[in-house]
């Protein structure tokens, strides 16, 4: 399957961070502002990178301009990727495409949905970026302005160990007596988690069969969490007490007395973001709260301009089980016991 991951004017994926202040002075000369944002992966078949530029304009409100695409992309601008391994000095040219029809259609708002231009790395068959290894983003905008750069050390994979490396041979999960721990390793280069379970649930709906179906619950545990490195590895876990699961499916599964629920599984995600994408988070945390002066700092890692360039990488097991003494707590303990889990 092709995943995706790529910033759009403000970071955002499946992990939400707090936005920085890029705010540009309206008042110094004319320049050249580009502004780029993309995270890129090991894991996934294609990856994008949005290479966009400030538009600054006395007579022209900027409303206006945003809605305009010439104001946002440039004409005639190359994009690459660079390993910086001495031993493989690999070059990598992106594609730009309209991500409109690579089925990444960008959100209707101030700025111009239509086209929306990304820039597109597709790896040689066989190949893929290397994992703990340090890239370099290079942007030529031409016209002799100097060159837009960045670097990412490539965050490596995530060995999920608990509540198994293996769904298909892990043993039942006895959540009603121990919780449910989530423990992994590995994945240099990662300096910030996000973790999250995916409840599969069966309903049957006796009063219209045509509502039967699986719902799948969406459940972040953990958001930003800073990485623990032991003897140069990550090593870390989360867990979740038996209270956890009841206070969630009470919350977020409706009372239907005509439908009959059966827990089947649960799935982990687990997934690592590299320095610069920590940089961005910690820039946006540094200064809010009541006390605070309410400014957000600038963030960026790139040479000139604005925007992000990092990496991210994420393992998914799907499949864990419980044991039936855990099915037997949800079908009868006090917080969930209304929602009909029957079989």
Same mark, same amino acid.
């Given at each position: 399957?092709?995943?995706?991951?790529? @910033?759009?004017?403000? !970071?955002?994926? *499946?992990?939400?961070?707090?936005?920085?202040?890029?705010?540009?002075?309206?008042?110094? %000369?004319?320049?050249?502002?580009?502004?780029?944002?993309?995270? !890129?992966?090991?894991?996934?078949?294609?990856?994008?990178? #949005?290479? /966009?530029?400030?538009?600054?304009?006395?007579?022209?409100?900027?409303?206006? $301009?945003?809605?305009?695409?010439?104001?946002?992309?440039?004409?005639?601008?190359? +994009?690459? =990727?660079?390993?910086?391994?001495?031993?493989?000095? +690999?070059?990598?040219? =992106?594609?730009?495409?309209?991500?409109?029809?690579?089925?990444?259609? #960008?959100? /209707?708002?101030?700025?111009?949905?239509?086209?929306?231009?990304?820039?597109? $790395? +597709?790896?040689?068959?066989? /190949?893929? =970026?290397?994992?703990?290894?340090?890239? %370099?983003?290079?942007?030529?905008?031409?016209?002799?302005?100097? $060159?837009?750069?960045?670097?990412?050390?490539?965050?490596?994979?995530?060995?999920?160990?608990?509540?198994?490396?293996?769904?298909?041979?892990?043993?039942?999960?006895?959540?009603?007596?121990?919780?449910?721990?989530?423990?992994?390793?590995?994945?240099?280069?990662?300096?910030?988690?996000?973790?999250?379970?995916?409840?599969?649930? %069966?309903?049957?709906?006796?009063?219209?069969?045509?509502?039967?179906?699986?719902?799948?619950? %969406?459940?972040?545990?953990?958001?930003?969490?800073?990485?623990?490195?032991?003897?140069?590895?990550?090593?870390?876990?989360?867990?979740?007490?038996?209270?956890?699961?009841?206070?969630?499916?009470?919350?977020?599964?409706?009372?239907?007395?005509?439908?009959?629920?059966?827990?089947?599984? @649960?799935?982990?995600?687990? *997934?690592?973001?590299?320095?610069?994408?920590?940089?961005?988070?910690?820039?946006?945390?540094?200064? *809010?709260?009541?006390?605070?002066?309410?400014?957000?700092? *600038?963030?960026?890692?790139?040479?000139?301009?604005?925007?992000? &360039?990092?990496?991210?990488?994420?393992?998914?097991?799907?499949?864990?089980?419980?044991?039936?003494?855990?099915?037997?707590?949800?079908?009868?303990?006090?917080?969930?016991?209304?929602?009909? &889990?029957?079989?």
């Amino acid at each position: 399957m092709k995943k995706i991951f790529l @910033f759009i004017a403000v !970071i955002a994926s *499946t992990i939400i961070y707090p936005s920085c202040s890029n705010d540009i002075d309206l008042t110094s %000369e004319w320049k050249d502002i580009p502004i780029v944002y993309g995270l !890129i992966s090991r894991t996934d078949s294609v990856n994008y990178i #949005r290479v /966009e530029k400030a538009f600054i304009d006395n007579d022209i409100s900027a409303l206006e $301009l945003a809605k305009n695409p010439d104001s946002l992309y440039y004409d005639n601008v190359s +994009v690459q =990727l660079r390993s910086l391994d001495p031993n493989s000095p +690999v070059t990598y040219d =992106l594609v730009r495409v309209d991500g409109n029809l690579e089925g990444i259609v #960008r959100d /209707e708002g101030i700025f111009a949905n239509a086209p929306n231009y990304l820039y597109k $790395l +597709v790896l040689p068959a066989g /190949e893929s =970026l290397v994992g703990a290894q340090e890239y %370099e983003l290079v942007i030529n905008r031409g016209d002799n302005l100097d $060159l837009v750069t960045a670097t990412a050390l490539i965050v490596d994979d995530v060995d999920i160990r608990d509540p198994g490396s293996d769904p298909s041979t892990a043993n039942a999960v006895n959540w009603e007596q121990y919780g449910l721990k989530i423990g992994w390793r590995g994945s240099n280069g990662a300096e910030i988690f996000d973790v999250t379970i995916f409840l599969n649930i %069966e309903e049957k709906d006796q009063s219209n069969p045509a509502n039967d179906g699986i719902v799948t619950l %969406e459940w972040k545990i953990e958001k930003n969490m800073p990485a623990v490195y032991v003897q140069n590895q990550v090593r870390m876990d989360t867990r979740l007490n038996k209270v956890d699961l009841f206070n969630y499916l009470s919350n977020r599964l409706e009372v239907k007395p005509t439908v009959a629920r059966k827990f089947i599984s @649960f799935d982990v995600l687990v *997934t690592g973001g590299g320095e610069a994408l920590n940089d961005y988070i910690t820039a946006g945390n540094a200064n *809010t709260g009541i006390t605070s002066t309410q400014v957000i700092p *600038t963030f960026s890692n790139l040479s000139e301009g604005y925007g992000i &360039f990092s990496s991210k990488n994420s393992t998914y097991h799907e499949g864990y089980v419980v044991n039936g003494s855990t099915i037997d707590s949800i079908q009868n303990n006090s917080l969930t016991k209304d929602l009909n &889990f029957q079989f």
